[in-house]
């Protein structure tokens, strides 16, 4: 079956180290996104891309970096220069950049931070 | 810019009552608007969509219309069950690659 896996589901982290979350997707869809989800917030948009080697940043990409050298795979780096990083984090692919085309989730990572 | 409001919850009801849960937009154009479910500890999952004014998304007994006179697109349910207990979220995408969330709404359905 196609669909997006994240890796690890939890990850557990000492304040002022860089960690990177994995997220990879068979669905052959171009473009990938990174949310961050806090309790009771809605989705928060940290960066996306609509192509290989193409990323552009969300509404709070400051101390996070992200890559995408492979179609399939969009790993997203926490670093320590982010300042609250424990979050639930999600990895979303869309197929094309039609209005009705839905977002496609992976079951998210939750990361500590401590 | 865009926008999109959701009825504050949690709500909770008891199985088998009739579910509304409120959404309404503020955007230019015709968005696409969508309903996801989150259950704990996953991802969202796509639950409807309706892409023109006057459709209407359904899918496992919800049903959400597009309303562009009220910009609105409330997710309905006539019989609720324990298993529909999850978080809701309505969303819109305005023709570029980004999507707007309402803050999610809490749904807890007792037996």
């Known amino acids: 079956d196609g669909g997006i896996t994240q890796s690890p589901k939890y990850l557990f982290r000492k304040e002022g180290q860089n960690v990177t979350l994995s997220c990879e997707q068979n669905?052959?869809?171009?473009?990938m996104y990174w949310y961050r989800q806090d309790p009771g917030q809605g989705l928060r948009l940290i960066y996306y891309?609509?192509?290989?080697?193409?990323?552009q940043k969300g509404d709070i990409a400051e101390g996070y970096s992200v890559s995408r050298e492979k179609k399939e795979s969009f790993p997203l780096t926490v670093t320590s220069a982010q300042k609250n990083p424990t979050a639930f984090y999600l990895c979303?692919?869309?197929?094309?950049?039609?209005?009705?085309?839905?977002?496609?989730f992976g079951n998210g990572t939750r990361l500590t931070v401590t | 810019g865009d926008s999109v409001t959701q009825m504050e919850g949690p709500v909770t009801l008891s199985e088998e009552a009739f579910l509304t849960i409120n959404c309404t937009y503020t955007?230019?154009?015709?968005?696409?608007l969508f309903w996801y479910v989150q259950y704990p500890g996953e991802g969202l999952q796509l639950l409807l969509k309706?892409?023109?004014?006057?459709d209407k998304g359904s899918n496992k007994g919800f049903e959400a219309t597009y309303r562009k006179e009220t910009t609105s697109f409330h997710l309905e349910k006539g019989s609720v069950q324990v298993s529909d207990s999850a978080v809701y979220f309505c969303a819109l995408n305005n023709y570029g690659q980004n999507f707007v969330f309402g803050p999610g709404t809490r749904l807890s359905v007792l037996p």
């Open positions: 955007a230019t154009g015709y968005p696409s």
């Open positions: 979303a692919s869309r197929y094309g950049g039609q209005g009705g085309s839905p977002l496609h």
């Open positions: 309706a892409t023109k004014a006057d």
């Open positions: 669905l052959n869809h171009d473009a």
């Open positions: 891309s609509q192509i290989v080697n193409d990323f």
